[in-house]
């Protein structure tokens, strides 16, 4: 079924670029994908922040008319299964905003459908556009669940204990679909190749990853403290874009027309 949605997705964009020469970009995708998770921690410790995920695809934009675009886009990233904390106590900090977990995770595809507006705000070789839609997730690891036991990120001052974690990561949904919505700023390298930066906000519609377990400190390891997580596909996203636009073909003379 993965395979077949991929290659349906790049026979998409292939099929675009041939039938609309002349008002089509093609463009290669890369950024960060900051999950918003939903936490249940009484305790705390779990950061908040996690590592982000990293995304890098294709994409297809098709100029309709002056002010408006829609574009397909076919990318690769994760959604993370592990977890970190901290002893978030009071005269010690963290020396790691994100943890010490690592990146990766449950490999996804997530194919883009979107609509840009052009704006009227330029600046010499700066445009900006505003674009909204929606996006489908489709996780495509093998993994059902993953499992650590490990301890937790170190901290300043380091007392002679540790944080010591046992939990679960579990795909409660293969398939989601998402809303996005941000600005775009475009900068025009020449006439057909430009860079684009941009700055979105993603909703996920249902639980896609469940991360739950419990942890405890060294120095008082009768007291357990429960926690779970959930991944809903919410995120913060940056990405920069290299886009081609593609010529105008080239329509062969007739015979008659190389007649004088």
Known sequence: MTKLLFFLSASYLIQTVSLAQGKFSLG?????????????DPKGYLF???WPSGTIGLSGTYAHSEHWEFEM???????????????????YFSMTRVGNQG?????????????????????????????????????????????????GTEFFPQPDFNITMDYTSTIVNRTSVAFEIGPEIRYDLSKRIYLA???????????????????????????????????????????????????????????WENED
């Open 28 to 40: 290669i995708d890369a950024g960060l994908r900051i999950e918003k998770a939903v936490f249940d």
């Open 103 to 151: 990146g990766g995770g449950f490999s996804s595809l997530q194919i883009p459908f979107r609509a840009i507006y052009t704006t009227p705000l330029k600046y010499k070789k700066l445009n900006v556009h505003l674009f909204g839609g929606i996006t489908l997730f489709q996780l495509i690891d093998n993994s059902i669940w993953t499992r650590k036991i490990g301890s």
């Open 73 to 91: 886009g076919v990318y690769r990233t994760t959604f993370i299964n592990k977890i970190s904390a901290t002893y978030r106590e009071p005269g």
């Open 197 to 255: 930066y941009r700055l979105s906000a993603t909703m996920g519609t249902q639980d896609m990853v469940n991360i739950e377990g419990n942890y405890f400190v060294s120095n008082s390891p009768w007291i357990v403290h429960d926690f779970e997580v959930t991944l809903r596909g919410r995120s913060i996203n940056h990405f920069i874009s290299l886009r081609y636009r593609l010529g105008e073909k080239v329509r062969p003379l007739q015979d």
């Open 48 to 50: 908040r922040d996690l």
